[in-house]
């Protein structure tokens, strides 16, 4: 199981008095770095107007130091975590990314991934003549932003005629000097939320984020619309003309990506999470004597599965909390030996059990197999794994980092075969029927291409096709 690259994080503040903006931010981003962990940056406006952005890769808590020490108070400013799913991890590839322009100056932020971005590089490039400083999707937001600004010289009308241009998943934030313009795509495909911080208005990826600096939810970002706001907090709305068939929130937000505490159009993360583990119950009754959960990504669900089928909840790894990710790993072998060092089996909690484990996904079956084994070495008499989610049979365009289709386990191997190949004594994932329910209250409707293979929008050049409604 090579876990999925997660998202990035996208956060921005504006209001009317100057404040410590990039400390805010800075916090904000902490609270967003399980987003991404490759890089980060903040960008801010000097009482001049001048830009000034300080962005690295790493962690947030080894970049801002410094920064944070010098930078003036300000009055708006924007964040960003990366984790690339195009473009190379360097230093020019981190954003935000800066535009100064006789007509705009700005610093863009973007979550998800821009499907039609080669052609419209291609034509920037070789029928524009246009010259671009990163190889990240992001770059070709602020291009058509400037080109759209020389036409009507109006920021909220020109990222509105940005978004009819682009195809696939964007969430932005963008900071000009005296405003910050929030959007998201038609689809919905990544989450963004408004908040309040005194008289000071907040965008951000997950509703954490304003907890972290003493922030209020507001409300999400609607797919479709712009919002901006100015020093003095006056908004202007304005929304991209769907018919809504093409709606779909990544639903890998809710199994994985986002954190337990979030709020997402409306449903709790947390409660979502809990009754994906109910679900698993439900689906097929298992006696065991403990449920427990892979660390981080399967503790909910393993908790919900707990308090529906009434079987004691306890804990079968102690986690070592110093070590990163094993996605970020550069490479399988080195993956492996993170989780090896990573995670280490309780023996006092698991010799002689029949153990239901929970874990968020399978995608290449090999680190799950690390984890069973050593299970079995302790004293496990019985290890049932349940997956909190569909098995992965398709690749992913819109931001998150799902394998290529040969590489995945479940489009060579059936249930059956993968649990034998594992090691599990038995193995079930969660049916789609019962992942699609779970925010139908909310009117939440979700993209579950990565396991059905339907898109709510068609992806250019893949052949891909609309579900229907």
Known sequence: MRKIKEEC??????????????????????????RGQEGAGIATFYSDNSLICHKNVGLVNDIFGEFLRHVPSTNVAVGHVRYSTTG?????????????????????????????????RDQMVNRDGKVFFTTNDSEIINMLLIEQMIKCRNIEKALLKV????????????????KLVAARDKSGFRPLCMGKLGEATVFASESCAFDSIGATFVRDIAPGEVVSVDKAGNEIVL??????????????????????????????????RLEMGRALYRQNPTEADIVCGVPDSGLDAALG????????????????????????????????????????PL?????????????????????????????????????????SSPPFKHPCYFGTDIDSEENLIANHK????????????????????????????????????????????????????????
């Open 9 to 34: 994080g996208i956060f921005g503040i504006i209001g009317p008095d100057p404040m410590p903006m990039a400390g805010y931010t800075a916090s904000a981003l902490l609270a967003l770095q399980h």
């Open 88 to 120: 190379n991890n360097t230093v020019e590839n981190t954003q935000p990314i800066e535009t100064v322009h006789s007509r705009l100056t700005c610093a863009l932020a973007h979550n998800g991934n821009i499907t039609n971005a080669a052609t419209l």
């Open 163 to 178: 978004m009819d241009i682009l195809e696939g998943a964007f969430s932005l934030v963008i900071a000009t000097p005296d």
């Open 239 to 272: 929304q991209q003309k769907t018919d809504g068939s093409c709606r779909g929130l990544c639903v890998f937000e809710m199994i994985y990506i986002a954190r337990s505490d979030s709020f997402i159009d409306g449903l709790s993360v947390y409660e979502a």
């Open 305 to 344: 599965y707990s308090l529906a089928s009434g079987i004691p909840y306890a804990p079968a790894f102690v986690k070592n909390r110093y070590m990163g990710r094993s996605f970020i790993e550069p490479s399988q072998s080195s993956r492996e030996r993170t989780v090896n060092i990573k995670l280490n």
């Open 347 to 387: 023996r006092a909690q698991i010799e002689g059990k029949r153990i239901v484990l929970i874990d968020d996904s399978i995608v290449r079956g090999t680190t799950s197999a690390r984890m069973i084994k050593p299970l079995r070495q302790m004293g496990a008499k019985e290890i049932h794994l349940r997956i």
């Open 414 to 469: 059936t249930v059956e075969e993968i649990c034998k190949s594992i090691g599990a004594d038995s193995l079930e994932y969660l049916d789609i029927e019962n992942l699609l329910a779970i925010g139908k209250e909310k009117g939440i409707r979700y993209c579950d291409g990565c396991f059905t293979g339907k898109y709510p929008i068609p992806v250019s050049g893949s052949g891909k096709h609309k579900f229907d409604d």
